[in-house]
């Protein structure tokens, strides 16, 4: 009887640590950029991450990034490297580590950092003459919206 009294508490709190993402300011990179564990603590939906992929307001991957399986999706771009065949040389922990932050994989890139909320240079307001506020953003896209992305790279294996 015990023992079922510890594994319900063992499982209560391993979701109630799945539940609680990690917050831009909490990710963890490893020295490449990678990150191990999920952001959101739930496996990616694919189907979701190519909708983000080809969102404009989300994160319009296709703007920069050509993928055949989104050819649906109207001009792609040809600033970033080609997806096509990515999950053949690319581990989930280190596509999570790009798509939050690319800057930690590839230093100059011109890729946004899509879970990032602070450290930004800012601009003055032009038409007031006002400074910037100085608070923190919001992160272009969520924990689970990285998982999401993920999981659609994953699927974009070679033939």
């Known amino acids: 009887?015990?023992?079922?009294?510890i594994s319900a508490a063992v499982v209560?709190?391993?979701?109630?640590?799945?539940?609680?993402?990690?917050?831009?300011?909490?990710?963890?990179?490893?020295?490449?950029?990678?990150?191990?564990?999920?952001?959101?603590?739930t496996?990616?939906?694919?189907?979701?991450?190519?909708?983000?992929?080809?969102?404009?307001?989300?994160?319009?991957c296709v703007a920069c990034h050509a993928v055949t399986a989104l050819n649906d999706a109207p001009f792609h771009g040809e600033v970033g490297p080609s997806l096509d065949g990515i999950a053949d040389y690319r581990s989930a922990e280190e596509l999570r580590g790009i798509v939050a932050n690319a800057k930690m994989t590839f230093e100059g890139s011109v890729m946004p950092a899509f879970y990032k909320t602070s450290g930004f240079i800012r601009p003055g307001d032009g038409y007031t003459g006002k400074g910037a506020k100085e608070e923190d953003l919001s992160p272009i896209l969520t924990a689970q919206e990285i998982e999401d992305v993920v999981a659609f790279l994953l699927t974009l294996k070679g033939s």
């Open 43 to 60: 496996d990616g939906d694919a189907a979701n991450g190519a909708k983000i992929m080809t969102n404009r307001g989300k994160g319009n």
């Open 12 to 41: 209560i709190c391993a979701t109630a640590a799945i539940a609680n993402p990690i917050t831009p300011g909490e990710v963890q990179f490893d020295e490449y950029g990678a990150i191990a564990a999920s952001l959101s603590g």
């Open 1 to 5: 009887m015990k023992l079922t009294g």
